[in-house]
């Protein structure tokens, strides 16, 4: 019996690794960054066929799920948590909006090791202030060099959530 050594390049085998997701921080971390000392009311809901062919016909923002992770903010706004394809991985983050539809601000809670240039504080601040509409993902905030698919990901994930916030809460949920 011959026994052959496979010398596979090293390269190779980065580039068809999975990437791993780390956590950057936790769901409780990151909701007490954003609204601290609030208290938050959960405030899920689905939706419809119309408005989830609506994001991504009209609004040309991609959307992974018609299910939508929200919460009240007892001093105002509204918490969303979603998630966006990143390369290899999937980018979990949070995002605070105001009741008149504009981001206080952004958490990045997971990405994949090596991208998460996106959580730099510099770059999260970008989002604060901008509101829903059409505009466009990879002009509206600064690339992040290597990690320009995260940046217009999450990008295009937070301009969904302004749409959404604005314009499909479910009446049952609305302040």
Not at 23 to 36: F, H, I, M, V
Not at 80 to 96: E, K, M, P, R, S
Not at 153 to 158: A, H, I, L, S
């Amino acid at each position: 019996m011959h026994a052959r050594l496979l010398l596979v390049p090293a390269t190779a085998v980065a580039i068809s690794a999975p990437a791993v997701g780390m956590q950057l921080q936790s769901l409780e971390a990151a909701q007490l960054r954003l609204c601290p000392g609030a208290t938050l009311t959960p405030a899920d809901f689905r939706l419809t066929d119309d408005q989830y062919e609506q994001l991504k016909g009209e609004f040309h923002v991609p959307v992974m799920r018609p299910a939508v992770k929200a919460w009240r903010v007892s001093t105002g706004g509204w918490l969303f948590l979603d998630q966006v394809y990143g390369l290899n991985d999937v980018i979990t983050y949070l995002v605070a909006i105001s009741d008149d539809s504009k981001v206080r601000g952004i958490e990045i809670l997971v990405c994949s090791e090596g991208f998460c240039g996106i959580a730099a504080p510099e770059w999260r601040a970008e989002f604060v202030g901008k509101t829903p509409g059409n505009w466009n993902p990879p002009e509206a905030v600064t690339n992040v060099s290597g990690a320009s698919l995260y940046t217009v990901n999450v990008t295009e994930g937070v301009k969904k959530l302004l749409i959404i916030q604005a314009r499909f809460l479910p009446p049952s949920i609305r302040p």
